[in-house]
Structure formats: structure tokens, C-alpha cells
């Protein structure tokens, strides 16, 4: 089995910026796609970043594109989501999930493991 856990979430005021992290454990030898998704208080869960199993691909939702970056250390089988800009509707628990399919992947379905949720709170 694979451990997902992330980490990072904050308060911060409008415009600034936090750093996320995952880490996933256990069985993680396969071509592992990883991918963040958020989920704020009376919405349904949604894609907001993905990062294929080798780091070389990647892919945005609009909302966040020019303001978030998606990266992984491959090694340590850990990915991080730099957040820049923040801005209120930014507010949400962010999941990190994990598929061991490997590729880019922006639908939920597709995603086996998934952590337990960082919260991030963005004021005006």
C-alpha cells in the first residue's frame, strides 16, 4: 500500500505565498503520477495541479496557471506546490493524491491514494 501525507497549509493575507508538500511511502517503485487537488466548504473537490511520474510534464487548472507551480523530487518521493499570489478563492483543504498509471492526470477517478488534507486559508 502507499502512504500519501502532505504538508505546509497556513494562514497567509491576500498576495503572498506558501510552499506545499508531499511525501507518499510504502510501495511508490512504480511510475507514479502525483497530482493536488482542493476542496473548499460546500464545494465539490477540484483539480488544481498534476505532475507526471519522470517531473519532465505537468498540468494546470486555469484558475491557478501563472500563479502555481508543480515540482518533485523524484528521489524522495516528494512533490511540492509553490503557491504564489494568493488570493482568498485560493481557500480550501488541499489533497495530495497519487496513480500508479504515471502520466499527467487531471480527473479525480483516476487517483488511488490520497492524504489526509492541509488546510489553506487565504484572508483579505
Known amino acids: 500500500q502507499v502512504q500519501v501525507v502532505e504538508s505546509g497549509g497556513g494562514m497567509v493575507q491576500a498576495g503572498g505565498s506558501l510552499r506545499l508538500s508531499c511525501t507518499a511511502s510504502?510501495?511508490?517503485?512504480?511510475?507514479?503520477?502525483m497530482a493536488w487537488f482542493r476542496q473548499a466548504p460546500g464545494k465539490e473537490r477540484e483539480f488544481v495541479a498534476t505532475i507526471g511520474y519522470t517531473g519532465r510534464l505537468t498540468q494546470y487548472s486555469d484558475s491557478v496557471k501563472g500563479r502555481f507551480t508543480i515540482s518533485r523530487d523524484s528521489a524522495k518521493n516528494t512533490v511540492f506546490l509553490q503557491m504564489n499570489s494568493l488570493k482568498p478563492e485560493d481557500t480550501a483543504v488541499y489533497y495530495c493524491?497519487?496513480?500508479?498509471?504515471?502520466?499527467?492526470?487531471?480527473?479525480?477517478?483516476?487517483?488511488?491514494?490520497w492524504g489526509q488534507g492541509t488546510q489553506v486559508t487565504v484572508s483579505s
Open positions: 510504502g510501495r511508490t517503485d512504480s511510475r507514479y503520477a
Open positions: 493524491a497519487a496513480t500508479p498509471f504515471g502520466l499527467v492526470e487531471a480527473a479525480a477517478s483516476r487517483y488511488d491514494y
